[in-house]
């Protein structure tokens, strides 16, 4: 037989069935998403309570918002003032200034309107950066001016050079102005001014003492000033003036869109460190407090949002990374490409304003909490804003806002979900490999028994061998031991078959045999009376013939009968007696006794199935039994109550059952008599027994008896 290879092997479809493993990771996707929204929703409920915290800690110092009631118009533009990070020198340059490029601030430039039909065009262009360092306020100005005009050493007027004019508001609530013009670059000493009749006028004492630095450069100039902030109010004003060589026409940039000389001085917060220490005891890391009075102006700014800062040194990034190993960095690779990451750097388009003019800052300054979520520019950030209501006597004088990036949610998804996919991966290889292993020791035990038992049968249809011994207690084992019982029972009947021609030669062979010496004898007797006798043995020898062909049929005709045979239901009890009646009669040279032991609770045996059926199995046994009895000694026939059900048992005194027969015994034609017995055997009568036994749903067995020694057949028949 060729044996032919699977095109879908065992390993295949387990390997297919570990891929449902990935499921795993899939499932843990959809709980960390869910994770994630309520972590989002956690967080935007803490952020709210530590804004209601801090909201209430103000409650009780209105004081702090003093800026809303003394300073400029609420639409005015406004400055709040932050501390500078970085130490300042007063010269001019800017080094300072020039890392922060969005915390600058554009001046605003309008052109001097005359007599003539066009205005004058100017190409004036100047920005500055305002900060704070300790007990000091510094502004540093750039201006782009083609043609930068000095003040004549002469000129003591200040009206006919390029300058810069700051308009400021005293702690006493009175407005000076001071004006910075040079007749060269260097340090300058602001003067203080009055304005009238369209003239600056100097006065002769300066109540100020404002330093300050001007430095030309390739496209204008630059200026540095330096103000004592005991000396602030919360009012300030910006002139820059441009005057052009030829010209009597003077243009201005103002912090002022609308306004020209007339200047609407802008609000101006320098942090209170009262108000500073109070949010930095309340502050928590990697996050962003806000204090906002009832026209969104800024009052109070503390802490920092993470990842908001200038990226560190590039080499002790590289160093880090060096330091990991290869699996590490091959990990964070992945890990990076697999998964939304928190952007490390960002610019936040909020971190150099003076006033929150979102609608949730309004929603809040009209007496409703609210969160906002934003995205920065690299959208690899989102930014959430919890504000909430300052109240004092009835009425919202500010607001509290406080910011904290989605970096936590963000690492926290992250992390969880790493830990899904790694315990999810480590767990496919695991089971996808102990699957293998397993698939690969199943299809070698199943090809090594498919060889055996393909070896075990001949072409011919002979069995050479029998299946190797396995002690395995799966599956496959017991397949194998079923094959070894397969082969076994095949290869005893094959025996049989071929002992059969010569057990029925030898039963065929002497009926024959008297058939043909009773003729040869009939043709040469010379007397009737002889003559007549070898007749009469020749009839014996054709009835010898008849009972075998007989006995070879029965099997095949009661296997017809069955088919045909009604059950009816009838009592067992009288038939099996009136069957021993009949045998006491008819075998008188046995003795054939009847034993019957009932439970009280039964008064009858009732079976359902065919009496003459029964008989004829009953027949079978007791025939058998008197064959094999010993000389002189009882067959018992006993009906009692089983477990199982109703048994009816024969025993008789006698040799034992050959061990290797017990389990044959009621197969066809198989007969352990001895050979040259009177009476032919084909080993029938106990195979037509099990027949009837199996249609009246009954089963029989045989077993040896020691005391007293003999066999005892069993045919246990169920209840109704």
Not at 23 to 34: H, M, V
Not at 60 to 85: C, G, K, M, Q
Request: proline residues 5%; contains cysteine; hydrophobic residues 35%.
């Amino acid at each position: 037989m060729q044996s032919r290879s699977p095109s879908f092997s065992i390993g295949k479809k387990l390997f297919l069935a570990s891929l449902s493993l990935l499921l795993i990771p899939f499932f843990g996707y959809q709980q960390i998403q869910k994770m994630s929204e309520y972590l989002r929703d956690n967080q935007e409920q803490t952020l709210l309570t530590r804004a209601q915290m801090v909201a209430a800690t103000l409650h009780e110092r209105p004081e702090l918002f003093t800026i809303s009631t003394s300073s400029a118009h609420p639409d005015a533009h406004h400055l709040y003032v932050r501390p500078h990070s970085l130490p300042i020198t007063l010269d001019g340059y800017g080094e300072e200034w020039h890392p922060y490029p969005e915390k600058s601030h554009n001046l605003f430039t309008h052109l001097n309107e005359t007599s003539r039909p066009e205005p004058v065009q100017t190409t004036l262009d100047a920005r500055f950066w305002i900060g704070s360092d300790q007990d000091a306020l510094y502004l540093y100005f750039e201006i782009k001016d083609d043609q930068v005009i000095y003040r004549p050493y002469e000129d003591q007027s200040l009206n006919n050079s390029d300058a810069l004019t700051l308009i400021l508001e005293r702690p006493n609530g009175k407005i000076e102005k001071y004006r910075i013009t040079t007749a060269a670059p260097g340090r300058v000493q602001a003067r203080q001014v009055t304005w009238s009749k369209d003239q600056f006028h100097v006065l002769e004492s300066n109540a100020l003492n404002i330093h300050s630095v001007w430095h030309e450069t390739a496209t204008g100039y630059n200026i540095e000033i330096e103000i004592p902030i005991a000396e602030m109010g919360h009012r300030l004003g910006i002139i820059i003036s441009d005057i052009d060589q030829d010209s009597h026409d003077i243009n201005y940039a103002t912090l002022d869109a609308n306004k020209t000389k007339s200047v609407s001085l802008s609000s101006i917060v320098i942090p209170s460190p009262d108000l500073e220490s109070l949010l930095q005891r309340l502050d928590t890391p990697s996050s962003r407090t806000w204090v906002i009075d009832h026209h969104r102006r800024v009052v109070a700014l503390t802490g920092q949002l993470e990842g908001h800062h200038t990226p560190s040194d590039p080499i002790n990034e590289l160093e880090k990374r060096t330091q990991q190993s290869f699996f590490n960095n091959l990990k964070n690779i992945f890990y990076t490409l697999l998964l939304p990451q928190p952007g490390q750097f960002f610019n936040d388009v909020l971190s150099t304003v003076s006033k929150l003019e979102n609608q949730e800052i309004t929603n809040t300054l009209q007496g409703t909490p609210s969160t906002q979520w934003r995205r920065t520019q690299d959208k690899n950030t989102n930014i959430l804003m919890a504000s909430y209501p300052v109240w004092s006597q009835g009425k919202i004088i500010g607001a509290v806002a406080i910011e904290e990036t989605s970096h936590r949610t963000v690492l926290l998804q992250n992390r969880a979900m790493e830990i899904v996919v790694n315990l999810s991966l480590l767990t496919f290889i695991t089971a996808a490999t102990v699957l293998l292993l397993i698939a690969a020791r199943l299809s070698y035990r199943i090809k090594k028994l498919r060889d055996e038992t393909e070896q075990a049968i001949s072409p011919d249809g002979q069995i050479k061998s029998t299946l190797t011994y396995t002690s395995a207690s799966d599956e496959i084992g017991d397949l194998a031991v079923s094959f070894t019982d397969i082969l076994k029972r095949l290869n005893e009947y094959n025996q049989y078959l071929e002992s059969m021609s010569s057990k029925l030669s030898h039963e065929l062979r002497t009926p024959i045999a008297i058939i043909r010496s009773s003729l040869d004898n009939l043709d040469q007797a010379e007397e009737a009376t002889e003559a007549a006798l070898y007749v009469d043995r020749a009839k014996k020898g054709l009835e010898r013939l008849s009972i075998i062909l007989t006995r070879m049929s029965e099997a095949t005709r009661l296997e017809q009968t069955l088919q045909q045979e009604k059950f009816s239901i009838f009592e067992l009890s009288p038939l099996i007696k009136s069957c021993v009646s009949g045998y006491q009669l008819a075998y008188n040279n046995n003795v054939i006794v009847f034993s019957e032991t009932l439970s009280i609770s039964t008064k009858t045996l009732n079976i359902k199935g065919t009496p003459d059926l029964i008989a004829q199995l009953l027949d079978k046994l007791i025939s058998n039994a008197i064959d094999f009895s010993a000389t002189n000694t009882p067959i018992t026939i006993a009906l009692s109550h089983k477990e199982g059900g109703i048994e009816l048992s024969v025993f008789n005194q006698g040799p034992h059952l050959p061990d290797n027969m017990k389990h044959d015994l009621f197969n066809s034609m198989v007969s352990v008599r001895q050979q040259g017995s009177k009476e032919p055997h084909l080993g029938l009568g106990l195979y037509v027994v099990r027949l009837i036994a199996q249609h009246h749903r009954a089963t029989v067995s045989a077993h040896n008896v020691t005391q007293p020694k003999g066999v005892c057949f069993c045919v246990t028949f169920p209840y109704l």
